[in-house]
């Protein structure tokens, strides 16, 4: 056996034991779907924020200010189910193409690695809210997402840090500008997630030209 022969079986394992104990399946394409599914919420939020300014603003009716937040409780629902959506889609026809499974042990480890900071964030998302602190949910969110993102990462592509680095980075400079969560929602959200995805998509799916 030669050189060249040793390399490519050395190879050959490192495939197999990172199959084994990391997630190699998330799809660029579904990073990319999550990313114009928020672009999407953030232009619906924007006019839903319009109208409500439009129609009298802070000085609204209990009931006119319960009818934008449902709004705006709405819109983030239908951001997160198209985003999920889109990721398991791409996901699920990527380990279908590789010939592995989407639900494994790897798969478990990278959503409970994810879901702790996530929870935790949601949680201080309400405290935010019943504290009336609207302001600051969008750096909350920014930062305990990227949070969830860097702590998920060691059980798959590790470029997904990066992710969470840029998305903790933007959560703490949002934090200084409040009154624009909106803008850094979406480009958190929206912006780096295309860029994300659009990465992953020409590093790991990209099929070479021959």
């Not at 949910?137 to 059980?155: D, H, I, Q």
Request: proline share 3%; net charge positive.
């Amino acid at each position: 056996m030669n050189e060249q022969q040793h390399l490519e079986t050395l190879s050959d394992i490192k495939r197999i034991m990172e199959r084994s104990t990391r997630f190699m399946s998330l799809s660029g394409l579904g990073g990319i779907g999550a990313g114009i599914s928020a672009l999407l919420g953030a232009w619906l939020a924007e006019r839903a924020l319009e109208d409500h300014y439009a129609a009298g603003g802070l000085y609204s009716g209990r009931a006119e200010n319960s009818d934008l937040v449902f709004r705006l409780v709405m819109i983030a629902l239908a951001v997160l189910l198209a985003a999920l959506g889109t990721g398991f889609y791409f996901t699920w026809r990527k380990a279908r193409q590789q010939g592995l499974r989407v639900w494994d042990p790897s798969a478990r480890k990278v959503l409970f690695h994810l879901a702790v900071p996530l929870a935790a964030g949601g949680l201080f998302i309400i405290g935010l809210l019943y504290n009336q602190q609207p302001a600051l949910v969008a750096p909350a969110c920014l930062v305990f997402y990227g949070l969830g993102l860097a702590n998920a990462a060691k059980y798959t592509v590790t470029d997904i840090r990066y992710l969470g680095y840029a998305e903790i980075l933007l959560g703490v400079i949002a934090m200084f500008n409040p009154y624009h969560g909106l803008l850094f929602w979406a480009l958190g959200f929206g912006v780096l997630h295309i860029v994300y995805g659009a990465l992953m998509w020409w590093k790991y799916e990209r099929i070479p030209a021959e």
